[in-house]
């Protein structure tokens, strides 16, 4: 397994969660790790990403929520997530990319399920 990811679970509404995701030392220097989620019935969107220089991108729908944290030393990334909505359930998958922009390559999780009861 090159991505392991752990921290999914049932929720409340307004409860928070973290998510982490280990990554296999075949996988490096990693470029971009991060989450993306998929509802049931909708495509796969963005989470939270976090460059190696620690440039950050979130999805608008979790901006001040949730907050995206790396250990490069570690390749491990996590995702803290805060006042979950039932909007949020969905199964999230840990990301990874290697290499640059134009060449990179893409690799995910198995994916780990989230959900937030109203």
């Known amino acids: 397994v090159l991505l392991q990811a752990s921290g999914g679970g049932l929720v409340q509404t307004g409860g928070s969660l973290r998510l982490s995701c280990a990554a296999s030392?075949?996988?490096?220097?990693?470029?971009?790790m991060g989450w993306y989620r998929q509802a049931p019935g909708k495509q796969r969107e963005l989470v939270a990403t976090?460059?190696?220089?620690?440039?950050?991108n979130y999805g608008d729908s979790v901006k001040g929520r949730f907050t995206i944290s790396r250990d490069n030393a570690q390749n491990t990334v996590n995702l803290q997530m805060n006042i979950l909505k039932p909007e949020d359930t969905a199964v999230y998958y840990c990301y990874a990319g290697i290499g640059p922009d134009v060449r990179r390559q893409d690799y995910w999780g198995q994916g780990t399920l989230v959900t937030v009861s109203s």
């Open positions: 030392r075949k996988l490096f220097p990693i470029a971009v």
């Open positions: 976090m460059s190696r220089d620690a440039t950050t």
